[in-house]
């Protein structure tokens, strides 16, 4: 590389970066309420999607135990930043911990920590399942987190949950943790582990063959993974402010699913547009779930609407479109130029598009 493409590539990157600092800017000082709360859920959802498809897509391992991980991940940092009062009144917490309030990154990389941890440890004798036994036994880690949720009561509260978690998830931690993720797994993909994960993803005797460890980079990916879906976990408890054991279930589980599913697995841009398209329905069609009123016409909660839709979306997207709305293709700045390239010269040349 030139010095010349050099100081174009970093003007790129410049021009990048204050675009998105711009934009972030834009929404703290103009959205308020409910549709900042919806773009600061579609970046957690985007966050945990990201994460999920470390170990679903790029690995191949078809694991449905992040909704557990979460929670576990969620009562962490809950624990360790309630106010002390609080935990005095209504847990019973070893003292150590009842005395303490973290600052929110310290509570936040302790999740991450923590949900590494309960990952491998639940996650690594499972290893000797495969196929659809694995996914079983996957889904039974999220049955397994919930009662210990709802039975370890001077931990939990059990079934009432935990509230007057601080309110520390805003826009700029979300976002700024969403770029982070983005680059960090652009980076994992072009580094030994991403190769080698992919190779186990397309065919794990293969991959074994040509020397890879394919055990140890199965716990690589989960550790990963678990970890990314952690800090996803933590800020969303940040952001709502309490916490019950039935937050991450089965329904919180297949909706990231389908968000890989409609976007396309194995890409970064498929994961943050699934997130999108589902955080999206998810939130706008809350209202007519609820009930609404049409022309004087009361109509009643449509209780599930939304499941259904959801379902609805994947069965079209799966016979029109299996591979996802993107595919295997990442939308980069090679692409976005491109696109804008032929719009300019599709606008200058009517007779091309003919």
């Known amino acids: 590389m030139t010095s010349r493409e050099r100081a174009s590539h970093i003007g790129i990157i410049a021009f990048g970066l204050a675009l998105y600092v711009g934009l972030l800017m834009l929404m703290h000082t ?19 999607c990201l994460g999920v498809s470390i170990t679903n897509s790029y690995t191949n391992i078809f694991s449905l135990g992040f909704g557990g991980i979460m929670l576990i991940a ?17 847990l019973h917490l070893p003292l150590w911990l009842e005395n303490a309030q973290w600052p929110f990154v310290p509570a936040l990389i302790a999740a991450g920590a923590v949900a590494v941890l309960s990952s491998v440890v639940l996650v690594l004798p499972a ?33 009432l949950g935990v509230r007057n978690i601080p309110f520390y998830t805003n826009v700029w931690w979300v976002y700024g943790i969403l770029l982070l993720t983005i680059l960090f797994i652009v980076r994992l993909k072009r580094s030994k582990f991403g190769r080698a994960f992919v190779a186990i993803g397309k ?3 293969l991959a074994a063959v040509l020397g890879v460890n394919v055990v140890r980079y199965k716990i690589y990916s989960f550790i990963i993974g ?23 279930e089965l329904v919180f589980v297949f909706q ?9 697995p194995g890409t970064i841009s498929g994961a943050i547009l699934g997130a999108a398209i589902i955080t999206f329905f998810t939130q706008l069609a809350r209202p007519v779930q609820e009930g609404f009123s049409l022309f004087g016409l009361e109509i009643p909660p449509l209780i599930g ?4 839709l959801i379902a609805m979306i994947i069965i079209i997207v799966m016979i029109y479109r299996p591979q996802g709305l993107l595919g295997r293709h990442e939308i ?17 040349n009517p007779n091309l598009t003919g």
Do not use: C, E
Request: aromatic content about 12%.
């Open 203 to 205: 065919d794990q005797t």
């Open 127 to 159: 290893f000797r399942l495969r196929g659809h036994y694995f996914i079983l036994a996957s889904i039974g880690i999220n049955i397994v987190m919930t009662n210990i949720g709802i039975n370890f009561r001077a931990w939990t509260h059990g079934p």
């Open 226 to 248: 678990s970890f990314i879906v952690g800090i996803g976990g933590a800020l969303w408890v940040h952001h709502i402010g309490s916490m019950h054991p039935h937050v991450f």
């Open 74 to 90: 969620a009562y962490t940092t809950s624990l360790l930043t309630l106010p002390v009062r609080y935990k005095a009144q209504f």
């Open 30 to 48: 103009q959205l308020k309420g409910f549709y900042l709360g919806v773009m600061i859920l579609f970046g957690i959802n985007a966050i945990v």
């Open 305 to 308: 609407l939304i499941q259904v």
């Open 332 to 348: 980069t700045w090679k692409t976005i130029r491109a696109a804008i390239s032929a719009v300019f010269r599709n606008t200058r």
């Open 256 to 264: 990231v699913i389908a968000m890989l599913a409609i976007g396309g």
